[in-house]
């Protein structure tokens, strides 16, 4: 069974930065797609970046200025840069990853960022 590992989360001051990595235990380039997600306490689950397997990212509009989505192949990893964070960045982040032929929709387990004030 394919699995998502996140990591990353923690406690950090606004103004601050956090590296959220996503370790997939197969090649990444075998999902159409991974992204991150966040859901704060009493709101719907969001997109915050998401890239393809060909590299091409998509990123929530009020983030991208702050935000970066990356990976790594040798590493079956992709990240999440998340920069100048703000109190209301704070949420638990989700790592996903799709693949359409194999009707994968996969989470991982979800890693909390609180960014204090």
């Known amino acids: 069974q394919v699995q998502l590992v996140e990591s990353g989360g923690g406690l950090v001051q606004a103004g601050g930065s956090l590296r959220l990595s996503c370790t997939a235990s197969e090649t990444i380039f075998s999902f159409n797609v991974m992204g991150w997600y966040r859901q704060a306490p009493g709101r719907q689950r969001e997109l915050v970046a998401d890239?393809?397997?060909?590299?091409?990212?998509n990123y929530a509009d009020s983030l991208k200025d702050r935000f970066t989505i990356a990976r790594d192949g040798s590493k079956n990893a992709v990240y999440l840069q998340m920069n100048s964070l703000r109190p209301e960045d704070t949420a638990v982040y989700y790592c996903n990853a799709r693949q359409s032929l194999k009707r994968w929709d996969l989470w991982g387990q979800g890693t909390q960022v609180t960014v204090s004030s």
């Open positions: 890239i393809t397997n060909r590299g091409i990212t």
